[in-house]
């Protein structure tokens, strides 16, 4: 059984905002993600101080480049000491596979590798246009996840709604993380495919990543609380 847990998207462009927000959390240290802004905003010290601060980090950079380069970055976001990062299955298998062994460390242990099958914002229609896939979104989702189980990864991310058929077709163990989480009672915003973190729970996701419905929240402590209690306890 894996373990199901709550990640908080950290979208914030600074460190001093990151910090401001995390300051608030004097019990459970949450498991946080660091994207692309913040990362590239203020570099790897960020991902030091998070993680001295005893959170686990979801480093989020959606690696995509030729085998040997992944390889190489990934040794150095295993030195980083992250817990998860990511990479995009449209790198090929060999990628993957390269991203792996660059990723683990001398004593046999890594971060979880997921990969990113299709990216939300990416429609079927513009999938046959413009790049040319001539196949379903669903089919596509499936055929990479299954590329990146065969290369020894952990799992992928995906829409909550996506995540049965990715365990049917990967297996239970296979790890899905789940953007798209609204309250029941909250507001969506630019989200479309959206889901509750107790129906996620349901659906049998491993872990939800949750941004604003937190991270605006009056009270966002209360929020994250309220994400464990539906999808955690
Ligand atoms: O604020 P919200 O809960 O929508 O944040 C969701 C987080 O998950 C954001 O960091 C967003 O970039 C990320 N994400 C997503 N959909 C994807 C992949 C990542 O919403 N398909």
Do not use: N, P, V, Y
């Given at each position: 059984m894996n373990q199901r847990d709550v990640i908080i998207a950290?979208?914030?462009?600074?460190a001093a905002a990151t910090f401001g927000f995390l300051?608030?959390?004097?019990g459970r240290k949450p498991f946080v993600k660091i994207g692309m802004e913040l990362y590239y905003a203020e570099g790897p010290s960020i991902v030091r101080e998070i993680k001295a601060r005893g959170h686990k980090i979801f480093?989020?950079?959606?690696l995509h480049d030729i085998p040997n380069t992944v390889k190489k970055a990934m040794a150095v976001l295993s030195h980083l000491d992250v817990d998860m990062c990511n990479l995009h299955a449209a790198g090929t298998i060999d990628m993957m596979r390269a991203a792996l062994e660059g990723l683990t460390r001398p004593d046999g242990t890594r971060p979880i590798l997921i990969a990113v099958t299709q990216l939300t914002s990416t429609s079927e229609e513009r999938m046959r246009?413009?790049?040319?896939?001539?196949?379903s979104i669903n089919d596509t989702i499936i055929h990479y996840a299954r590329n990146a189980k065969e290369a020894g990864l952990d799992g992928v991310v995906c829409s909550p709604l996506e995540a049965g058929m990715v365990k049917e077709a990967?297996?239970?163990?296979?790890i899905t993380v789940t953007p798209g989480v609204r309250f029941a009672d909250g507001e969506v915003g630019d989200q479309v495919r959206v889901t509750t973190p107790s129906r996620a729970r349901e659906i049998g996701t491993d872990y939800i990543v949750v941004g604003r419905p937190i991270?605006?929240?009056?009270?966002p402590v209360a929020a994250y609380e309220r994400c464990i209690r539906e999808f955690v306890e």
């Open positions: 950290c979208d914030f462009s600074s300051d608030r959390f004097t480093l989020d950079l959606k246009r413009e790049l040319l896939i001539d196949a990967c297996g239970t163990q296979f991270t605006q929240a009056a009270d």
